[in-house]
């Protein structure tokens, strides 16, 4: 037997077996072995009556990952092979097919091996997987070719390369996309690695259910038991004691085993403000690695990929390049606005041009060209360093009010309109001279000092959302 509909109901007809063991091979054939395995070999055939079919599976999160991927397969594929209409429901009953990996590894159930069978309650504990966050979706530029590399790596490496990755960047620049494909990744390679994604609010969520419910063994025997773990924006870690001394302890048992783990942030490590010292800097300890905002080059590059998976109607090239000219928040955004265009040329029937997309777009544009104002520049810039805001109009030249004041100058002239003089105008009347010199002297600086790159990107971020 190939392994196909491993677990059939002795009280159901032959015929009916037999059928759904036909399903199941051509189910198989057609998502390949590892999603099969994954997803679908868990399914079984519970009852059978007039046109009803119940089929079953181990856990909700199981259920509602194949209703969303493949339910509409499995009718077709059944409908046809029973060559008549039928009802097909999925219920979850617990222990069917595959449930606990301690048991199936006592029976020996040889059908439904124990690794897979301890994937199942892996996955249950962590998040889906969304579908197009692949590697061969991801468009690699500039802003993420490390980050990129370095998932890569971590995904193919029969080893673990670095303990953790950590990647970083702000919102929308493609972290979630990578860890997801780094998961796929190693699932298809071998259905048999526990990869276990998950965000860090269902990390805390998981463990102070597991408190509640005085189940923190099992909790801590699950997550100790994975081959990687990845865990999405960390930031959200911060503050809950209890959560964040067990994360400690996880994170150090799984390095301790050398198992794989990857991290994701928003800030670079030593940032991450509330997250325990401790924490913070055994996040460094691998390899961390950056995403950066996107440049034009690759928000062409990402449309263009994205028009092509799509199978989009044409699209001219001047309307992809007035959305990655004028959309450069972020990635996820800029996915919105080709949505939103594709949606209106296909629902109206017009075609798409610049004058469409201008159109369709008037809100989202408007909101991209919100001005950002110096005096919110001061205002943030003095936050940050925990300075007077009086200090960035002050005479003062002592470098603790002065550096400040020159990034403030800086992302005046980077993020606003204002010309030279209007700008040292604003830092209490200041010659055009000393603001050119200012913006120079941090441009210089940034590229040799890291930290202060990052205050620049991380103020950047703040002042454009
Ligand atoms: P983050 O987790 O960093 O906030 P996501 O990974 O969720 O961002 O990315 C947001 C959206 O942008 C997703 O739909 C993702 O597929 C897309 N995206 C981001 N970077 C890229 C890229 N380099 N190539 C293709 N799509 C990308
Ligand atoms: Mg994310």
Redesign the pocket.
């Given at each position: 037997m190939t392994g196909a509909g491993p677990n059939i109901n002795p009280g159901l007809p032959t015929e009916i077996v037999a059928l759904w063991q036909r399903v199941s091979e051509r189910l198989r054939a057609e998502v390949g072995d590892a999603a099969f395995n994954s997803w679908l070999r868990p399914l079984d055939i519970g009852s059978f009556r007039d046109d009803r079919v119940m089929l079953t599976i181990p856990t909700r999160f199981m259920r509602d990952w194949v209703i969303s991927h493949y339910f509409d397969r499995i009718v077709g594929l059944w409908e046809n092979e029973a060559g008549t209409p039928s009802k097909i429901e999925i219920h979850v009953v617990p222990g069917s097919s595959v449930t606990s990996p301690v048991k199936s590894a006592n029976i020996g159930n040889t059908e439904a091996p124990a690794p897979i069978a301890a994937n199942a309650m892996v996955q249950e504990a962590g998040a889906p997987l969304?579908p197009?966050?692949t590697f061969a979706?991801?468009?690699?530029?500039k802003?993420?070719e490390l980050a990129?590399a370095a998932a890569r790596r971590v995904a193919e490496s029969p080893t673990v390369p670095f303990n953790p990755l950590y990647?970083y960047?702000?919102?929308?620049?493609?972290?979630?996309?990578?860890?997801?494909a780094i998961a796929w990744h190693i699932r298809e390679r071998d259905p048999s690695r526990k990869v276990l994604y998950l965000s860090a609010e269902k990390f805390m969520y998981q463990f102070i259910t597991a408190l509640r419910y005085k189940d923190v063994m099992e909790f801590k025997r699950l997550f100790r038991s994975v081959d990687v773990l990845m865990v999405?924006?960390v930031q959200f870690i911060s503050g809950k004691e209890s959560t964040q001394e067990e994360f400690f302890h996880t994170f150090n048992a799984l390095v301790d085993q050398n198992r794989q783990v990857v991290i994701?942030g928003?800030r670079s490590p030593p940032n991450l403000d509330g997250v325990e010292e401790r924490m913070r800097s055994r996040l460094g300890w691998g390899l961390v690695a950056d995403?950066h905002a996107?440049d034009y080059e690759?928000r062409v590059?990402?449309l263009q990929?994205?028009v092509q998976s799509l199978g989009a109607t044409e699209v001219p090239d001047q309307v992809l390049e007035f959305l990655a000219h004028r959309i450069t928040s972020?990635?996820?955004e800029?996915?919105g606005a080709l949505n939103r265009v594709l949606a209106y040329a296909n629902l109206v029937g017009r075609p798409i041009n610049l004058e469409t997309t201008q159109e369709v777009l008037r809100d989202l544009l408007r909101a991209n060209d919100r001005r950002v104002t110096i005096e919110d520049i001061q205002k943030r810039v003095a936050e940050h360093y925990n300075i007077r805001l009086a200090e960035m109009q002050s005479p003062r030249r002592a470098r603790a009010v002065a550096r400040p004041r020159q990034v403030a100058m800086y992302l005046s002239k980077q993020l606003t309109a204002r010309s030279l003089p209007e700008i040292g105008r604003k830092f209490g009347g200041r010659d055009h001279t000393t603001v050119m010199h200012a913006v120079r002297r941090i441009d210089d600086l940034r590229q040799a000092d890291n930290g202060l790159a990052e205050d620049i990107d991380l103020l950047k971020r703040m002042l454009e959302t």
């Open positions: 969304d197009r966050f979706d991801f468009v690699v530029g802003a993420n990129y990647l960047g702000g919102v929308g620049l493609g972290k979630t996309h990578l860890m997801h999405d924006d994701s928003d995403l996107t690759l590059g990402i990929s994205k972020n990635v996820r800029l996915e």
